[in-house]
């Protein structure tokens, strides 16, 4: 797994992100966790996790990954409670044998409640193929 990682001492009080803004999988896995960052801050704030498909058009190595085919679409409210400072989202993905191509999908912070304000809003995964058929 590669990521670029968010440190949060450079973060000011009530600003959140993902903290990396990729994450590769191998196809065979049943999920990906993804890590929002946040400033210790002293009252609770939410802020919407969606997914979307793709990109693919513009990176010829991977192709859309398909929302109910490649992983379950997402779509929550993540709660910070006064003081904490991480959240781990959880999305489930549709783990694939045989020889498929490289697929990635987009996770994205939206609608911020609470005076909370996002520095990273989206983080790719990709979803890196591995043929798992066994040879002839």
Excluded: C, W
């Excluded at 210790?40 to 398909?66: K, L, Q, S, Y």
């Excluded at 994205?108 to 890196?128: H, K, M, N, Q, Y």
Aim: hydrophobic share 40%; aromatic share 6%.
């Amino acid at each position: 797994v590669y990521a670029v990682t968010l440190n949060v001492t450079g973060l000011i009080p009530n600003q959140l992100g993902f903290e990396a803004e990729e994450v590769t999988v191998a196809q065979t896995a049943s999920s990906v966790n993804l890590v929002i960052r946040r400033k210790a801050a002293t009252r609770g704030e939410t802020v919407r996790v969606t997914t979307t498909d793709g990109p693919g058009a513009a990176n010829p190595f991977h192709a859309p990954a398909i929302g109910g085919v490649d992983y379950l679409p997402f779509n929550q409210v993540v709660t910070f409670s006064a003081g904490q400072s991480m959240r781990t989202v959880n999305i489930s993905l549709m783990p694939m044998t045989g020889s498929v191509d490289n697929r990635q999908f987009t996770v994205s912070l939206s609608e911020p409640i609470g005076g909370a304000s996002i520095t990273r809003a989206t983080t790719l995964v990709r979803i890196r193929a591995t043929d798992t058929t066994a040879p002839v």
